[in-house]
């Protein structure tokens, strides 16, 4: 009788772990669809707003500093996935800062790799294109060019990503333990005290998962023009650590 309790308990309790996994996938799959929907509008908008009142120089640089962004989350992504968490079990144990961090970061691989891969790597595509468009028209009007450059310059910019992604690709497979602790060590120092970390998870809990989100990735485009706040970069920390 106690056999069969114990197999009928591990039966239920295998069943509860497979039902909140799902649960917990469901529910990462409706935000990242509602929050890259809302997120790829709102981007494009403040882009496209921004850029047509700028000289061509800075809409350049602000170009540039899209696809940096796009290939630098990627080679995070991939970076997460194939680096080895025996390795940050042993700066564990050695009490190595940021270790811990690091072993939530690889536990948590395929949110991290969906986060920095689809979601930045999509946002910053979209961003690309329409800045790129716009650099376009911008050329033509100040040199009065007959010519439409926009195929061009949008095959240079997509020429650029994926090469730029390409090497990055190596970079992330020969250093992937140094880019993984390193992320980790910057989350650690951009997030506030655990008290207020758990302040946070409850708040992102209950307000909904697409606003808080949106109020993380809200920073992205204007990550080296402006200092990253406190708030954001700890909803960002629960979100790839939990």
């Known amino acids: 009788m106690d056999s069969e309790n114990k197999e009928v308990n591990s039966k239920k309790s295998n ?30 908008f403040i882009s496209t707003n921004a850029i047509s009142n700028l000289s061509l120089f800075p809409a350049i640089l602000i170009l540039l500093l899209v696809i940096v962004i796009g290939i630098v989350f990627d080679i995070i992504a991939v970076a997460v996935t194939v680096a080895d968490e025996d390795e940050f079990h042993a700066k564990a144990s050695k009490r190595v800062t940021g270790a811990k961090t690091s072993v939530k970061l690889i536990r948590n691989s395929a949110k991290v790799a969906n986060f920095g891969s689809d979601i930045v790597g999509d946002i910053c595509g979209v961003l690309s294109g329409s800045i790129s468009a716009l650099i376009a028209l911008k050329i033509g ?23 730029g992604k390409a090497i990055g690709k190596n970079i992330a497979a020969e250093h992937s333990t140094k880019i993984v602790h390193a ?17 946070v998870k409850l708040l992102f809990n209950n307000l909904g998962s697409f606003f808080s989100l949106g109020i993380s990735y809200f920073c992205i485009l204007f990550l080296v023009s402006f200092s990253i706040q406190d708030c954001s970069m700890d909803i960002l920390y629960v979100i790839l650590t939990n």
């Not at 917990?24 to 799959?29: F, Q």
């Not at 100040?142 to 090469?163: E, H, K, M, R």
């Not at 992320?183 to 302040?199: E, P, R, S």
């Open 15 to 44: 069943k509860d772990t497979k039902k909140s996994a799902n649960n917990s996938n469901v529910k990462w799959i409706v935000s990242v669809f509602v929050m890259t929907f809302i997120l790829s509008i709102a981007f494009s």
């Open 141 to 163: 009007s100040i040199y009065n060019l007959p010519v439409d450059l926009q195929f061009i310059i949008s095959a240079v910019v997509a020429s650029v990503t994926v090469g």
């Open 183 to 199: 992320v980790a060590n910057v989350l650690n120092k951009l997030h506030l005290n655990k008290k207020k970390i758990q302040i």
